[in-house]
């Protein structure tokens, strides 16, 4: 079980809201949220309400402000908790919407998908063993899309505004 805290100011001060489950609306129980406590599990926080706007993926530690989860402001709406994967990671990705054109297999990390794979641009992908976080640039960094099991036949499904994926990583 997992247990995330959220401050309205910096350095875990101010009213909080502690929280072990996931929440669609935050709204009611803070207005900003300027740092962040994770207990313990491994979360995904968006901006807006119903899990959508910018995602950023937090592991335990300590957050004292908002541009240490990289942040762009201090708005926090939705919360969900990533479900722990002890097995192997898969998932197959795609430079075509509907799972066309040359599809490429990850079982492992990715700082680079244009120097593995020599593009950049994923328009559908089938995550079919484990989560995984698509980041918009190189070497983890840009907006983040939690990737869970199933099938994206386009980016938007998963929340991108591009089919635009610099880096790959394995929620372990």
């Given at each position: 079980m997992g247990a995330i805290t959220f401050?309205?100011?910096r350095n875990f001060q101010g009213r909080n809201y502690e929280c072990s489950s996931e929440c669609s609306?935050?709204?009611s129980h803070f207005s900003r949220c300027n740092s962040i406590r994770v207990d313990s599990g491994a979360w995904m926080v968006y901006e807006r309400p119903n899990y959508s706007g910018y995602q950023y993926y937090l592991r335990r530690g300590e957050y004292p402000d908002y541009q240490r989860w990289m942040g762009f402001n201090d708005c926090v709406r939705s919360c969900r908790m990533?479900?722990?994967h002890q097995g192997s990671h898969r998932m197959q990705i795609y430079e075509r919407p509907e799972f066309g054109?040359?599809?490429m297999e990850l079982t492992d990390d990715c700082p680079s998908l244009y120097?593995?794979?020599?593009f950049n641009d994923i328009h559908s992908c089938?995550?079919?063993e484990g989560h995984w976080i698509f980041y918009e640039q190189p070497h983890y960094r840009g907006r983040q899309y939690l990737m869970g099991p199933g099938q994206?036949?386009?980016?938007?499904?998963?929340?991108g505004v591009s089919p635009k994926v610099g880096s790959i990583r394995r929620i372990m």
């Amino acid at each position: 079980m997992g247990a995330i805290t959220f401050y309205e100011d910096r350095n875990f001060q101010g009213r909080n809201y502690e929280c072990s489950s996931e929440c669609s609306d935050l709204h009611s129980h803070f207005s900003r949220c300027n740092s962040i406590r994770v207990d313990s599990g491994a979360w995904m926080v968006y901006e807006r309400p119903n899990y959508s706007g910018y995602q950023y993926y937090l592991r335990r530690g300590e957050y004292p402000d908002y541009q240490r989860w990289m942040g762009f402001n201090d708005c926090v709406r939705s919360c969900r908790m990533i479900p722990s994967h002890q097995g192997s990671h898969r998932m197959q990705i795609y430079e075509r919407p509907e799972f066309g054109g040359q599809m490429m297999e990850l079982t492992d990390d990715c700082p680079s998908l244009y120097d593995r794979f020599h593009f950049n641009d994923i328009h559908s992908c089938n995550v079919t063993e484990g989560h995984w976080i698509f980041y918009e640039q190189p070497h983890y960094r840009g907006r983040q899309y939690l990737m869970g099991p199933g099938q994206y036949r386009r980016f938007n499904e998963w929340g991108g505004v591009s089919p635009k994926v610099g880096s790959i990583r394995r929620i372990m």
